[in-house]
């Protein structure tokens, strides 16, 4: 299995409403990493984990909040998002002692806020 | 600031000819990586191609080759026999050794039509 798997696709959602975006690897990959990207303009960090432990925070405001429960799975959890927060959230995987060398991308999730 | 610059918002080529997306970047490391990464409208990045530093061998993937000046910092990628598949944002990134909090930092891309 070379894949980065998120889930949902796409999601729309309320201002008010909590949602958890999904992203799975099975390459043995021990960091994970998530990164926002508007339309037309290149990724941004905005986590990264290294053997599921949070290793970088790019100053991300508190209503995203990323969790990494075992080394397979990293989820981004939702909560009171602004319409400026609507992007392709994309996650990648690389092994963790080479970085930028090997990373694996998902296709990522749309998220429009309403 | 570390940067990485894609001069050309938009380029255009026709099928079956040869196309040179480029590049800049800006280090004070002497070991790094650079990137050559694809996303076509299904969104996902696809790495195309990718040069470790010290290598002074340019390197090639099928109908995909890079030129890497290192001392001038320059890293452009050449597309050759062009398809319709290869129409996609580019983007160049460059990333440090050391391991997963060595960022992977982006130029603001290139998007590149294939005209039939």
């Known amino acids: 299995d070379t894949e980065v798997t998120q889930t949902p696709k796409h999601l729309v959602m309320g201002m008010t409403n909590k949602k958890s975006l999904k992203c799975e690897q099975h390459?043995?990959?021990?960091?994970m990493y998530w990164y926002k990207q508007k339309a037309k303009k290149p990724p941004e960090l905005m986590f990264v984990?290294?053997?599921?432990?949070?290793?970088i925070n790019e100053s991300v405001p508190s209503r995203f909040s990323p969790e990494c429960p075992n080394s397979s799975l990293l989820n981004l959890h939702l909560h009171a998002l602004q319409p400026e927060d609507s992007a392709l959230y994309l996650c990648a995987s690389s092994q963790a002692d080479r970085g930028p060398y090997g990373y694996t991308f998902g296709s990522g999730t749309r998220l429009t806020v309403v | 600031a570390q940067t990485v610059t894609q001069s050309q918002p938009e380029m255009s080529v026709q099928e079956a000819e040869t196309v040179t997306l480029s590049c800049t970047y800006d280090t004070s490391e002497s070991d790094y990586y650079l990137f050559w990464y694809k996303q076509p409208p299904s969104r996902q990045m696809i790495l195309v191609i990718r040069?470790?530093?010290?290598?002074?061998q340019n390197a090639t993937e099928n109908r995909f080759s890079v030129n890497f000046q290192k001392a001038a910092k320059s890293f452009s990628l050449k597309i050759s026999d062009s398809q319709l598949g290869d129409a996609a944002m580019y983007f160049c990134a460059r990333g440090g050794y050391g391991g997963a909090t060595n960022k992977l930092i982006f130029g603001t891309g290139t998007l590149l039509a294939v005209q039939p």
């Open positions: 984990y290294s053997y599921e432990k949070l290793s």
């Open positions: 390459m043995g990959h021990r960091a």
């Open positions: 040069q470790e530093a010290y290598k002074q």
